[in-house]
């Protein structure tokens, strides 16, 4: 049996975001990886707040939809979680084997993660051995045992069976590590800009140096966009995304949510740019070399150009399919190139497999 097991087969990718649930269900072959399924479902408003489930019915029936219209049969599932209930830490501590790290871990992580340790679930990796100073970098994850739980659940409810639960920081890493690779010496800053919060990963020779969750994102320009124009929340996410509910007699209104789109980009890639300058200030070295973005609100075309003028950084959007094949007669290019943006973090834990912890 564990021969059997050694290899592992892929998860299926479960990213539970604010606005809508993604799916994604890749194969390992020998010829590379194939895409089975991608698909998405809206939630509605409120569903999640501040990575808390508050409608977890919603969630688990989204969750029900993708699985039937997929006819999925895999039950492994990988989730992740992001948001102020994670805490994401580098910490430097002397170089120890597995086991010794495995013991000390719950007394170092209460030095570092300001909630109750008894309410935290630990996760941490070894990302950076310098044994010349016999120390060691690790990656210290935290998150709240309440909200694993819920998301857990949810997952439970609808007959998956939750293998991994990932963070959404790592999960874009991985997506971007097999479609782009890292090279020496370059340093890529990872963004998934969603509709409540942007997570950001600083990746230097593969390794990450900095993440964060900023709250903040596509609803944001939604929300202004309803007050402004005084319609809806559901008409103003048709306007966001350049459609419109009324046809050519309303010709006044795209200009003001070009500019009401415009001016929220800017304190975006603002608010971007100060936590770019945070990691500059702590870095060793602050060199910048590619900002590479993903998420549903980056399929808004001013926000890239925005965040490479504010930065002064080259941007380009992710296409987390890029070195994934797939079936032309079941995937049209246009749907691939329509799924890419909101893609990336289930494209990161559908690459997970059952073999892993």
Known sequence: MAMAMAKGRNCVGLDIGSSAVKMCVLKSTKRGLTLLAFDHAKLPPETIVDGALMNSTAVADAVGVLLDRNKVRTKSTALSVSGNTVIVKKIRLPLMTQEELEESIQWEAEQHIPFDIQDVFIGFEVVAPKTEQGQMDVVLVAAKKEMINDYTTVCLDTGLDPLVVDVDAFALQNMYEVNYGFHRGETVVLLDIGNAVVT??????????????????????????????????????????????????????????????????????????????????????????????????????????????????????????????????????????????????????????????
């Open 200 to 357: 950001m990963n600083v990746v230097t020779d593969g390794v990450t140096m900095f993440t964060r969750d900023l709250s903040l994102g596509g609803s944001d320009i939604t929300e202004e966009i309803q007050r402004q124009l005084n319609i809806t929340y559901q008409e103003a996410e048709l306007y966001k995304m350049g459609g419109g509910p009324g046809t050519s007699s309303d010709e006044v209104l795209p200009q003001e949510v070009e500019s009401i789109i415009q001016d929220k980009a800017e304190d975006m890639a603002h608010e971007i740019q100060r936590s770019l300058d945070f990691y500059a200030a702590t870095a060793a070295d602050s060199q910048i070399d590619k900002i590479a973005v993903s998420g549903g609100t980056a399929a808004i075309p001013s926000l890239v150009r925005t965040i490479e003028r504010i930065s002064g950084v080259k941007t380009e959007l992710i296409n987390p399919f890029r070195n994934i094949s797939y079936d032309d007669s079941k995937f049209s290019p246009d749907r691939i190139q329509r799924w890419s943006p909101i893609a990336a973090i289930s494209v990161g834990l559908a690459l997970r497999r059952t073999n892993e912890r």
